[in-house]
């Protein structure tokens, strides 16, 4: 059955420090990839998508994606973070319709 | 609506009711989901539609749970004879629904509080 891994379930960081999220899945076909945050108190909302072209994909406020299809990869990186950054960061995976999310990662930024 | 709508936003009720959630998703989204988000467990998929059959029922966590799309639009999921490990957000979510942009756009959720 697919599924997606998110390896860091807890993140803390301070200000200006880099951020890389893990993300892999088990699918080896042609797949939609997604990011989603949840900020607090909020719903969930999309950070960045990848349907097909550049794997390098730039997303909302900062953040971008690599796609590695070799590796079944898709992390997320931000360069520089922000307290308003904090939040819980789901990795999803569709190709048949169907999403399907990682157990998420709760980010702490600390000012 | 501009988004997707979810009602109740708030639910409490007893163990061995039952008690039915609703969707209204973004006017012409075809696909529909309903997933459940529980403390540490991430996002469980727990069904899937598309116009008003449901392709995939895989996650629906027991015969209690059941879902239904009426007219490729509202849905309703329902839990009968509810149990305290049913309690947690209930979140819809739909899209266009065809491969190459499949994008899912959230409600706000129901949180299912089972006394």
């Known amino acids: 059955a697919q599924s997606v891994s998110q390896h860091n379930h807890h993140v803390i960081l301070s200000e200006a420090a880099s951020l890389e999220l893990g993300c892999n899945y088990s699918y080896g076909g042609t797949v939609n990839l997604f990011w989603y945050v949840q900020y607090p108190g909020q719903h969930l909302q999309l950070l960045l998508k990848?349907?097909?072209?550049?794997?390098l994909v730039k997303g909302i406020k900062g953040f971008e994606a690599e796609f590695i299809k070799s590796k079944f990869s898709f992390n997320l990186r931000k360069p520089s973070v922000q307290w308003s950054d904090t939040a819980e960061y789901f990795c999803a995976v569709d190709n048949t319709g169907k999403l399907i999310f990682g157990q998420g990662t709760t980010l702490q930024v600390k000012p | 609506g501009a988004g997707v709508s979810q009602s109740p936003s708030n639910k409490v009720t007893e163990k061995g009711k039952d008690v039915e959630l609703r969707c209204d998703p973004i006017s012409g989204h075809t696909a529909l989901y309903w997933y459940r988000q529980s403390l540490g467990q991430g996002l469980e998929f727990l069904i899937y539609f598309q116009g008003n059959s449901a392709p995939d029922k895989s996650g629906l966590p027991s015969d209690r749970f059941s879902a239904e799309r009426t007219g490729g639009s509202v849905s309703t999921l329902t839990i009968q004879r509810t149990q305290q490990e049913d309690s947690a957000v209930y979140l819809c979510?739909?899209?266009?629904?065809?491969?190459?942009?499949?994008?899912?756009?959230f409600g706000q959720g129901t949180r299912l509080t089972v006394v």
């Open positions: 990848y349907f097909s072209g550049d794997p």
């Open positions: 979510a739909s899209s266009l629904g065809h491969v190459g942009n499949t994008e899912a756009f």
